[in-house]
């Protein structure tokens, strides 16, 4: 669920709306925005927890604007390596669903990559990163 916590980062620094164009993930048809998609990753006893993520990003504005929006993403979370925090998620009823989560180190992100056309002949753009927690 760090994956989640890191899409209300986003959505709290004005990158968009959680189920509106911040899609945690899934990529439903229709919808354009950024997701995210959890890659997981391993590690031994003792180490602390990492997960690895994929973004993508397409709009049906542009295939420049999609573009555009991932990149100001990526730069967010350059420089946002020294963040310790990632902010709690709430339901619509106000329920905790995903806790606040402490001593966060949130790496660079790759660069971004074409990943092909959607069924609209659209650009879905794509980067990776990693979280320790």
Same mark, same amino acid.
């Given at each position: 669920? #760090?994956?989640?916590?890191?899409?209300?980062?986003?959505?709290?620094?004005?990158?968009?709306? +959680?189920?509106?164009?911040?899609?945690? @993930?899934?990529?439903?048809?229709?919808?354009?925005?950024? !997701?995210?998609?959890?890659?997981?990753?391993? *590690?031994?006893?003792?180490?602390? *927890?990492?997960?690895? !993520? =994929?973004? !993508?990003?397409?709009?049906? =504005?542009?295939?420049?604007?999609? !573009?555009?929006? %991932?990149?100001? #993403? %990526?730069?967010?979370?350059?420089?946002?390596?020294?963040?310790?925090?990632?902010p709690e998620?709430?339901?619509?009823? /106000?329920? +905790?669903?995903?806790? @606040?989560?402490?001593?966060?180190?949130?790496?660079?992100?790759?660069?971004?990559?074409?990943?092909?056309?959607?069924?609209?002949?659209? #650009?879905?753009?794509?980067?990776? /990163?990693? #979280?320790?927690?």
């Amino acid at each position: 669920m #760090i994956t989640l916590n890191l899409l209300k980062l986003l959505e709290n620094n004005g990158f968009g709306t +959680i189920d509106k164009d911040l899609l945690w @993930e899934k990529l439903a048809l229709g919808k354009d925005g950024v !997701y995210i998609s959890s890659l997981g990753d391993s *590690h031994s006893r003792g180490e602390r *927890h990492s997960c690895r !993520y =994929e973004l !993508y990003s397409r709009s049906k =504005e542009s295939d420049v604007a999609g !573009y555009q929006k %991932l990149k100001a #993403i %990526l730069e967010f979370l350059e420089k946002s390596f020294d963040v310790c925090k990632l902010p709690e998620v709430k339901n619509r009823n /106000g329920a +905790i669903i995903a806790p @606040e989560v402490n001593n966060v180190t949130i790496m660079p992100p790759t660069s971004i990559a074409n990943n092909g056309l959607d069924s609209n002949n659209r #650009i879905i753009w794509t980067a990776q /990163g990693q #979280i320790y927690y």
